[in-house]
């Protein structure tokens, strides 16, 4: 028969003889290693080392802070609950060569120091190259997009990022959402209190493409192409009608590259009885996904973002729609992801303390609203087209700002 034993401590300084289980599911995507591991039922994990190539790479967390006794890798409150929301499994490797393959290994640490053994090796990939980035650089780009793309903060997360990653290049990047916009050209009965319906990017597409002349376009629609009612047949092929016109009249145009990115998640969960909206967007994105087109390329932010709000408590959006600023970082980071330049792990307050962020928005917001007027629109009223102005000479000035920023030794 077994023996067991009881222990009384005052804090989380148990007797542990035994390492704890290696980590698993090792995966990298550009520069991104993620892992999955099991619990140490002893004494609780205290962190993980990273390996690169046989030798060891970092320590995750750098340090590790826990008041009430050893450190642990998820914090604890006053119980022995973790906070929330949870430590991501997540090492962003910002040492990587471009065009260098890599092999990582990730060995779990327990609070007594015992180690696990390493992982299984990782699936050796290719570093980013700057080969999308250059595709980009120099380029006239615009984003089109609902209310999602016209608040700009994803565009301007990316646009920063890039900026900021790549000081030796030049980004043209507008943004051009336009409110409650579709693909579908469809409206619900009522959309704004009956006041108007809801516009269609076909209205405007043709003077966007004509005025703006962009070289790659980047496109998310489909959060109002369903009009928040059913999987329905017409609606879904109504939206799929409208995709397949953006591209022919984009290339049509002669622009070179289109990014679709799929609709974002309608951040609720349906109760019994209403409608599963969050379904209809999953469907629209798994028929975006499967789409082969040669100079189209699908980013899948749906799946993402599903991914990113099934692991943490909190909405993205507080009504549903909308994300705030923490999910217009997903979307950017997914985007940049797509374009192999993932942005390094950080809050949205330090990148947001940046003055070169500063910047960036302000020529970004700038930009955008003149530019909107130029091509025109119709929403609630019509906005015909008018002049640029000086719009483009003091982004210009703006621009010297930033490159002085980021050129800073």
Known sequence: MAKAWMEYVKDTKVTDPTAPPAPTNVRVRGTEVTWEAEADLE????????????RVLAHVPEKGKNPFGRPVFQNLQYSDTPTQPLVPMRFTDATVEAGKTHTYRVIAVNTVGLKS???ADAVPVVAPTAGEIDALA???????????TQAGGYIGFTTYYLERA?????????????????????SEDGHAAGQFPRPCLFERLGRVLERAKPEIVFACYGMNDGIYLPLDTDRFAAFQKGVTKLIEQCR???????????????????????????????????WEAELKVPGVTVIDLHTAMRKARDARPAPFSGDKVHPGDDGHLLMAR????????????ESVATIKADPLFKLVEQKRELRSAAWMKHTGYTREKTVKPGPLGTAEADAARIQEKIDALRNKP
């Not at 120099?138 to 999602?148: A, M, N, P, W």
């Not at 209403?274 to 209809?280: G, I, L, Q």
């Open 138 to 148: 120099g380029k006239r780009i615009v984003f089109l997009g609902d209310s999602i």
């Open 117 to 119: 053994k390493s992982s």
């Open 43 to 54: 004494s609780g994990l205290a962190g993980f080392i990273i390996e690169r190539d046989g």
């Open 334 to 345: 997914t985007v940049l992801a797509a374009l192999g330049a993932p942005a390094p792990d």
């Open 252 to 286: 049509g145009a002669g622009v070179k590259r289109i990014f679709l990115v799929t609709p974002p998640i309608y951040d609720s969960r349906a109760k019994a009885g209403e409608t599963d909206y969050d379904a209809v967007l999953g469907a629209y994105a798994r």
């Open 166 to 186: 790549h000081p030796e290049k030049a980004f043209d990047v507008l943004g051009l959402g336009l409110a409650s916009e579709t693909l579908s050209g469809l």
